[in-house]
Every structure is written in structure tokens, then in C-alpha cells.
């Protein structure tokens, strides 16, 4: 039966999964201020933003900070990762409070 | 108390008005006092679809102007019982839905339905902003194809800011979506979004399914609701999608590929 179907059918374009796509990405863009406060990435962002940070220095979870602004026509994500204080290895920064975290 | 329930879209074409006349008349045939009103003031196209159009007297805006009461305007369907239609006005006056008169109108229509349904027009400017504002719950009719599914992600964005229930904080209008001129086997193939696909980016509850059918344009072209039309696939998906909206939980039909027989497959069409 599936031979037969591929036999006589083209081979499939596929044309859905781009259009899905396509759409994902453009709906994302324009879901303004007007839908759902925060878009509901977020949560899932943050989570595997951590655990990539996790790879190298080790932070709590209650020490990464996602928030999702807009301004004029931008959206600005923000994301702040508070690093634990460690041994000096270099020059220690005297104000190691809160700092963005380096990408 | 009655329940104000918009039908629309965003884009134009894609069963907004077949959906209402559909809906409509469902709810009517189960016993429920319904109203179907059309917001699509220039374009007037429910009574045609309805079958209506020659027993047209007063419509939406004469009601508006005082120029006529309800029950002038008010059409009560031939073959349904319980089924009133409120036909658009012709006019190109586009200023003629206001606020208070619309809300002056659904408010005396309260007093004798229970279900209100207001068949927006397409795009975003007054009839379609005026035919959602006083919904508590919205059909949002989407085909899969992307300008479709945009345009009703945009739509939604509207619902929820841009409603009375959004404007003076009341609990949300609920919001279902109706997936209509769906081909189960392009979408098998492929090359159609498929309702999976549309569910995880508009992300609200399906309502109903309602597949691509010649019966819909037969029933058009003879003024009878597709609902009606018994045995038909879309008739029944509509008829399944009214038993949904009052609370039946019943499975959804007409999404995967029929089974075609070998000789069908060879020399039906795809």
C-alpha cells in the first residue's frame, strides 16, 4: 500500500513544515502588546538559558533573570545572570554585585 | 441571560458568514432562541447565504437610526424554528455602527434570545472592531494557510485588548477556533498545515473541524445553511461543532484521510 502511494505520488514537498515555520516566526514578531503579557517561551528560555550557564559556572535558579521588554518598535530581552562569588582567580572586581552575564 | 458570540476571522474568505449561518441555525434546531445578526454593513451577504434576501425590509442601521423597531427588522427563518436574522444595512455609510447603537440593539435582543450571533465582517475597522466588542465568546474561522492563520493570531490580539470585556476588565472573551476548508489528505501529504500545526500557533481550544467540501458551495448557491443539509460531511462537522460549543464532549471527525479503495486511488481524483 505504501509503495504503492509512493509509486504514483511525487515525492512530497513538505511545503507545511515551511509554512509553519515561517508563520511561528512572524506571529512571534507580532504579538504585540495587546496578547499575553509575556510571551510563553519565556519560562522555557530561561530554563535552558541556565543550564547552559550551568555547563561552566554553577548558579541558582533564582539567579537568572529573563524579562522580555518593549520599546518604541523593539523588543529588548534582557537577561540577567548573577554569578556566585568565587575565589579571586584574576582581578577581582570590587563591586561584584549583580552584573549582566557575558555571552 | 444571552450569550453574545462573534464569528470572524481577519481575512475575507474563509466561511466566516457560512460559519454564522451554520451556527446559528444549529443552535436554533436544539431548542435554544438564537439571533444571527450581520455586521457587514455595505456587503450585506448573510441573507443570501440564509435564504432570506428578498424578504429583507428594515435592517441593522434603520434599527439604529430608530428608523423601524426589532420585530420590523427581525427575519424569522422559514424552516428553523427559534432562528432570526438581522440583515446588514446597505448603506456606505461606514459610520453608521456606533457604539451605543449597537449596544442599545443587542441589549433589547437579550430580552428575547439566548444565543446572539454577531457574523463579523472581514478586516479590522469599525463593523468588525463593532461586531466583537460585546462578545463573551468568539469563533475565530481559520483556513491552513498562512495568511489565514496570521490574520486570526492578529484577531485575537484584538479580542483581548480591544473588547469591552478587555476594556473594563471582565474575564476574558472566550475564544474557540474553527478550522474550516480542511483537506485531511494534503495535510497527510505535507502540503496543508495541519490542525496540529495551527493549534500550537494560534494556541487556543479547537472547536470543530469542518472539511473542504463542494457541498458548501451547493448549499450557498441555494440559500440553506450547510447544517442542514443532512449526511453532508460539512453539514455533519457543523452539527458536531454546535453539540462541542453546548458542552458535548465528542471526538473530532473528518481529520485524517478516508480510506480510498485501490481502483478509487488509481482513478479517483487525489
Known amino acids: 500500500m505504501g509503495l504503492f502511494e509512493n509509486f504514483f505520488r511525487s515525492s512530497p514537498h513538505k511545503s507545511a513544515a515551511l509554512a509553519k515555520e515561517r508563520l511561528q516566526i512572524i506571529v512571534a514578531h507580532e504579538r504585540g502588546s495587546g496578547r499575553r503579557g509575556s510571551p510563553d517561551y519565556l519560562p522555557a528560555l530561561k530554563k535552558e538559558l541556565l543550564e547552559v550557564v550551568r555547563k561552566y559556572v554553577p548558579v541558582d535558579q533564582s539567579q537568572i533573570k529573563v524579562h522580555l521588554d518593549r520599546e518604541g518598535g523593539y523588543e529588548v530581552l534582557e537577561l540577567n545572570i548573577t554569578l556566585p562569588d568565587e575565589e579571586p582567580r584574576s582581578r577581582r572586581n570590587p563591586e561584584s554585585l549583580p552584573g549582566p552575564g557575558q555571552g | ?270
Open chain 2, 1 to 270: 441571560m444571552a450569550t453574545v458570540i462573534v464569528v470572524t476571522s481577519g481575512k475575507g474568505g474563509v466561511g466566516k458568514t457560512t460559519t454564522s449561518a451554520s451556527f446559528a441555525t444549529g443552535l436554533a434546531q436544539r431548542g435554544y432562541r438564537t439571533v444571527v445578526i450581520d455586521f457587514d454593513v455595505g456587503l450585506r451577504n448573510l441573507d443570501l447565504i440564509m435564504g432570506c434576501e428578498r424578504r429583507v425590509v428594515y435592517d441593522f442601521v434603520n434599527i439604529i437610526n430608530g428608523e423601524a423597531n426589532l420585530n420590523q427588522a427581525l427575519i424569522r427563518d422559514k424552516r428553523v424554528e427559534n432562528l432570526h436574522i438581522l440583515p446588514a444595512s446597505q448603506t456606505r455609510d461606514k459610520e453608521a455602527l456606533t457604539k451605543e447603537g449597537v449596544d442599545r440593539v443587542l441589549n433589547e435582543l437579550r430580552q428575547s434570545f439566548e444565543y446572539i450571533v454577531c457574523d463579523s465582517p472581514a478586516g479590522i475597522e469599525r463593523g468588525a472592531l463593532m461586531a466583537l466588542y460585546f462578545a463573551d465568546e468568539a469563533l475565530v474561522v481559520t483556513n491552513p494557510e498562512v495568511s489565514s492563520v496570521r490574520d486570526s493570531d492578529r484577531i485575537l490580539g484584538i479580542l483581548a485588548s480591544r473588547s469591552r470585556r478587555a476594556e473594563q476588565g471582565d474575564p476574558p472573551v472566550k475564544e474557540h477556533l474553527v478550522l474550516a476548508r480542511y483537506a485531511p489528505e494534503r495535510a497527510d501529504r505535507g502540503d496543508m498545515l495541519s490542525v496540529e500545526d495551527v493549534l500550537e500557533i494560534l494556541g487556543i481550544p479547537l472547536l470543530g473541524v469542518i472539511p473542504e467540501s463542494q457541498t458548501v458551495l451547493q448549499s450557498s448557491n441555494a440559500g440553506v445553511p450547510v447544517i442542514l443539509e443532512d449526511g453532508s460531511d460539512a453539514g455533519t462537522a457543523y452539527g458536531d461543532l454546535v453539540d462541542r460549543f453546548l458542552g458535548k464532549n465528542l471526538p473530532h471527525r473528518f481529520i485524517t484521510p478516508q480510506k480510498k479503495g485501490f481502483l478509487k486511488r488509481l482513478f479517483g481524483k487525489g
